[in-house]
């Protein structure tokens, strides 16, 4: 079975917390798989929508001049399959492959 796995990609604030209000319809609950998968969906949402960076942002994309600052929650050790610790590091040392976009631990 294919598991599916959803980013959220925003830049408004009150939605962002709405994720993470109980009460609100929008919230992200308990319900799904319980595989793991939070860096493997991070790397997806950079590789798939945010990348690559234009000038202007659009599109959805990182701007060429942008900071990104992003989160990734989860509760337990990522199960991404095929994809080790290392690799993920890796990619994310440089998820533009221009050494542009670089982490911070």
Request: proline content about 2%; hydrophobic content about 35%; glycine content about 12%.
């Amino acid at each position: 079975m294919q598991q599916r796995v959803h980013a959220r990609l925003t830049n408004d604030g009150a939605l962002m917390t709405r994720w993470f209000t109980p009460a609100d319809a929008l919230f992200w609950g308990t319900a799904g798989s319980s595989i793991e998968q939070t860096l493997g969906a991070a790397r997806k949402t950079f590789m798939g929508d945010l990348l690559p960076k234009n000038a202007t942002g659009t599109g959805n994309k990182i701007r060429s001049d942008a900071q990104v600052h992003m989160l990734v929650l989860g509760d337990v050790d990522d199960q991404t399959g095929g994809t080790s610790g290392q690799q993920f590091l890796t990619y994310f040392n440089n998820v533009d492959n221009l050494g542009t976009c670089s982490r911070r631990w």
